[in-house]
C-alpha cells in the first residue's frame, strides 16, 4: 500500500461508520475471530462466563421507591432485558416475586429496533411515572415518558430523539433539561451547554432558559434534592472534568452561586452544606487538607459563615470514596490501604458525632448507602476478589444488620489466597499491589501473570470478585495482579494528581515498575507477563507496548486512547483535556506526544503481542484510537498485531451476555495462546 493510500486509509478510519472503514474492520475481526474463538478452551470458557452472567441465583441489585423495588435483569431468556419490580418486603425475603414493567427484547421486536435500557428517571414522590433511557449502543440516549401504573409509553408524554441530551423532574408537569439540538446548543466536548425549564405540552428547543455556559465548558446539568423540608433546585456547570460552578435555584427563580473552590464538590444532608476539597483551602487562619469532608448549616454558609466541622480528614492510608445519608444519619464510605470500610456519623444537639466503624477482614471491601430519605435503613454491599457479593440490610434505629442475598461462587476459593506488596517507582513512590494466586505460590518466575491498571481520573481499583475469570485464570495456573498506580483515587487527590498532564509518566513508571518487581520476586518472567487495561487504562498499556516492549509476553487493550496528538477532535475527547492536557497548546502537546502511543510506535522495534479492542458504537473514545494503531502497526510490518471490534458496542461491554461471554473468552484464549508459546 502507498503511503498516499494508507493515509487516505487513516482518515477513513476515524469515521465510524464509513463504509470503507467498516470493510477494514470485520477482515481484521474475521481474522481475529479465527485465530482466539475456535478452539474447545474457548468454547469451554465462553460457556463458564455465560454461565455465570446467567446465573438465576445471582443478586438481583435493587433501586428503593418506598415500598418498592426495581431491578434490571438479563439472562438467557431476556437478552436485552427486561424492568421488573416487587415489593420491598417480598424482596427483603431473598425471595422477590417479579412484575415485569418493560420487556426491551420485546420492544426491539415490536419496533424493529436494538434499544438497550440505560436506565430510568421515576417522579417523586408517587413514582407513577418516570422518563425512560434507551439506546442504540453509545452513551446517547433517546428519551420517553412512561406509565408505571399502566405499564406503557405515555404517546403524548415526554420524549426526546436519541442524543446526549440529560432530564430530570421538577413536578408532574415540567422537566428540568439539558438539550443536546446539536450546534450551539453543545459544548466543544459534545455536552450540552444549557439547562432549561421544560413545560409539558411545549416543545423542547423552547423551554425557558435558567442557565447558559460556554462553549468551552465541559457540559452543564440540574437536578432536584428532595429530603422534605430542605427541597433544593441545583444546577452544576462543569469547566471541565475537575472545575465546576454550583448554583441554587431559588422559588423566584432567581440563581444563587454556592461559593465553594471551584475544585471542590457538594453534597446535602438535610440543613447542612457537604463540601469534599481536592486541593486544601485556607479560609481565614485555618488551612483544610485535600480530600476533606467539611460541614456547615446552608443557611449561614449562603450569608457568608465559613465555620466548617471537619467530618472526614485523610491520612496516609485512608480515603473518603464517597457518601450516603439516611433520614438521621450520615454514611461514609472510605478506603484503608485500598479496602473498603464504613463510618457512621450523626448530629446530636447540633454537633456531630462518630456512631460507628464497620470493616471486614480478609481484604473485603465493604460500602453502605441510605435506601430511603425518610428512614434510618441502608444497604450494604460486601465482596472482595475470592468472596462473592453479599447483600446485607440494616436499620441504624435498633443497630441491626442481616443477609438478603449471597450471590454463589463461581470458583472454589479454597486454594487461593490475596496478598498485599509494594513495588518503588522510579521517584521512589512505593506503589501497592494485589496479588490473587494459589496458597504458597512457588516462585519458579514462569506462572502465567495477568497484570491489570487504569491510573486516571480518581478512579480507585479496590477488591472487586473475580467471578468467572477464577475458573478460567486461577484455577487454570494462572496469577492475576491488580496494580493501584498513580492517577487513581486509592489514597485520595494528591495520589491522582501526581500523575495529571506532564506527570503523567508517572503512572506508567508505577505499572513498569509492578511488572519489573513481580520478576524481581520471581512470580513471574516477561514471556509469561501479560497486561490488561481499558479506556484510559488502554493508554496505560499502550504505553507498555511503545516504552516497556521487553517486559511483557502479551498486552490487551480495550476501548482505548492511543492517539494524544488529536484525541481532543472525537466525540467527548475534549472533556478530558484536564486530565491529560490541550494539544492546541505548543507546551502540552509536546507532552502528550511523549506518551501518544500511536505517534511513538515505530517499525524499527520489536513489540510483545497485542490486541486491540473497540466498539463501532462507542461515542465516548472513538474507535479510531484502536483502528488507527492496528492499522500504522500492520502497515510498520509488525507481526501478532490483532484487532477485535464488537459492531453492537458503546464505550461499555456489549448489550447482551452471549455477546459478553463471547468477547471474554475470545480475549483470555488471546492470552493463554500468547504466554504458552512463551513457556520454556
Known amino acids: 500500500m502507498t503511503q498516499k493510500h494508507f493515509q487516505n486509509l487513516l482518515s477513513k478510519l476515524e469515521l465510524p461508520n464509513d463504509e470503507v472503514a ?14 482466539f474463538a475456535q478452539s474447545r478452551r474457548f468454547q469451554e470458557t465462553q460457556q463458564i462466563i455465560l454461565k455465570s452472567l446467567n446465573n438465576q441465583a445471582k443478586i438481583p441489585w435493587g433501586e428503593h421507591y418506598h415500598d418498592t423495588v426495581y431491578n434490571f435483569w438479563q439472562d438467557d431468556n431476556h437478552p436485552r432485558g427486561i424492568w421488573r419490580r416487587t415489593q420491598e418486603t417480598s424482596y427483603l425475603t431473598g425471595k422477590p416475586e417479579w412484575e ?20 430510568a428517571d421515576l417522579l417523586y414522590p408517587d413514582f407513577t411515572r418516570a422518563l425512560v433511557f434507551l439506546s442504540s449502543g453509545g452513551d446517547a440516549c433517546e428519551i420517553r415518558e412512561f406509565d408505571l401504573i399502566n405499564k406503557t409509553f405515555i404517546s403524548d408524554g415526554f420524549f426526546l430523539p436519541e442524543s446526549k441530551s440529560s432530564v430530570t423532574w421538577l413536578d408532574e408537569n415540567s422537566l428540568l433539561l439539558a438539550l443536546d439540538a446539536g450546534g450551539d446548543t453543545l459544548t466543544t466536548s459534545g455536552y450540552p451547554r444549557c439547562v432549561s425549564l421544560w413545560q409539558r405540552g411545549t416543545i423542547p428547543q423552547e423551554a425557558a432558559l435558567i442557565y447558559a455556559g460556554e462553549t468551552s465548558d465541559m457540559m452543564v446539568s440540574a437536578w432536584r434534592t428532595h429530603t422534605p423540608g430542605y427541597e433544593k433546585t441545583l444546577v452544576r456547570c462543569y469547566r471541565d472534568f475537575y472545575h465546576s460552578l454550583t448554583y441554587q435555584l431559588t422559588a423566584q427563580g432567581k440563581l444563587v452561586s454556592i461559593d465553594i473552590p471551584e475544585d471542590a464538590s457538594c453534597g446535602f444532608f438535610n440543613a447542612w452544606l457537604l463540601i469534599t476539597l481536592a486541593t486544601p483551602w485556607k479560609i481565614a487562619d485555618k488551612m483544610y487538607p485535600a480530600g476533606a469532608l467539611l460541614a456547615i448549616d446552608f443557611a449561614s454558609f449562603q450569608e457568608g459563615q465559613r465555620n466548617f466541622t471537619t467530618l472526614f480528614t485523610p491520612d496516609e492510608q485512608t480515603t473518603l470514596q464517597g457518601y450516603s445519608s439516611t433520614r438521621d444519619y450520615l454514611i461514609l464510605n472510605l ?18 458525632c462518630h456512631v460507628q466503624m464497620l470493616t471486614l477482614p480478609d481484604f473485603t471491601t465493604i460500602s453502605a448507602s441510605g435506601i430511603d430519605i425518610k428512614n434510618n435503613r441502608y444497604q450494604l454491599i460486601s465482596y472482595g476478589f475470592l468472596q462473592p457479593y453479599c447483600l446485607s440490610y440494616g436499620d441504624l434505629d435498633n443497630n441491626t444488620l442481616s443477609v438478603v442475598k449471597q450471590e454463589p461462587a463461581c470458583f472454589d476459593k479454597a486454594n487461593f489466597e490475596v ?12 506503589i501497592p499491589y494485589f496479588q490473587i494466586a494459589s496458597k504458597g505460590l512457588e516462585l519458579t518466575g514462569e506462572h502465567p501473570t495477568l497484570l491489570y491498571g487504569y491510573g486516571g481520573f480518581e478512579v480507585s481499583l479496590t477488591p472487586e470478585y473475580l467471578g468467572a475469570k477464577g475458573a478460567t485464570w486461577l484455577q487454570k495456573g494462572g496469577v492475576y495482579i491488580v496494580a493501584n498506580i498513580r492517577g487513581g483515587g486509592e489514597y485520595g487527590p494528591q495520589w491522582h494528581q501526581a500523575a495529571l498532564k506532564q506527570n503523567r509518566h508517572r503512572a506508567f513508571e508505577d505499572f513498569a515498575a509492578v511488572a519489573k518487581d513481580l520478576i524481581t520476586r520471581r512470580v513471574t518472567c516477561s514471556a509469561r507477563l501479560a497486561a490488561q487495561g481499558g479506556s484510559n487504562g488502554g493508554l496505560l498499556i499502550g504505553n507498555m507496548l511503545t516504552d516497556y516492549p521487553t517486559l511483557f509476553g502479551a498486552l490487551l487493550c480495550e476501548v482505548p486512547l492511543l492517539d494524544m496528538t488529536n484525541y481532543h477532535r472525537w466525540l467527548a475527547g475534549s472533556s478530558w483535556i484536564a486530565e491529560f492536557g490541550d494539544p492546541e497548546v505548543a507546551e502540552e502537546r509536546q507532552w502528550l506526544q511523549s506518551y501518544s502511543p500511536f505517534d511513538k510506535v515505530s517499525s524499527d522495534k520489536c513489540y510483545p503481542p497485542v490486541l486491540f479492542t473497540t466498539g463501532t458504537k462507542d461515542d465516548r473514545v ?5 483502528r488507527k494503531m492496528v492499522a500504522r502497526m500492520q502497515q510498520q510490518g509488525h507481526h501478532n498485531i490483532w484487532l477485535y471490534e464488537e459492531t453492537d458496542a458503546g464505550h461499555g461491554s456489549a448489550p447482551e451476555n452471549a455477546q459478553i461471554a463471547f468477547y471474554h473468552a475470545m480475549t483470555e484464549e488471546f492470552l493463554w495462546q500468547m504466554l504458552e508459546k512463551n513457556q520454556k
Do not use: C, M
Not at 335 to 350: H, M
Not at 622 to 626: F, G, L, R, T
Open 22 to 35: 467498516l470493510h477494514w474492520v470485520a477482515e481484521q475481526n474475521q481474522k481475529t475471530i479465527e485465530k
Open 335 to 352: 478506603t484503608l490501604d485500598v479496602v473498603g470500610r464504613v463510618e457512621v456519623l450523626k448530629v446530636e444537639n447540633g454537633l456531630w
Open 622 to 626: 472513538s474507535p479510531a484510537h484502536a
Open 100 to 119: 415485569t414493567v418493560l420487556d426491551i427484547d420485546h420492544l426491539n421486536e415490536e419496533e424493529n429496533a436494538n434499544w438497550s435500557y440505560h436506565g
Open 419 to 430: 496478598t498485599r506488596h509494594f513495588a518503588q517507582s522510579p521517584d521512589g513512590t512505593l
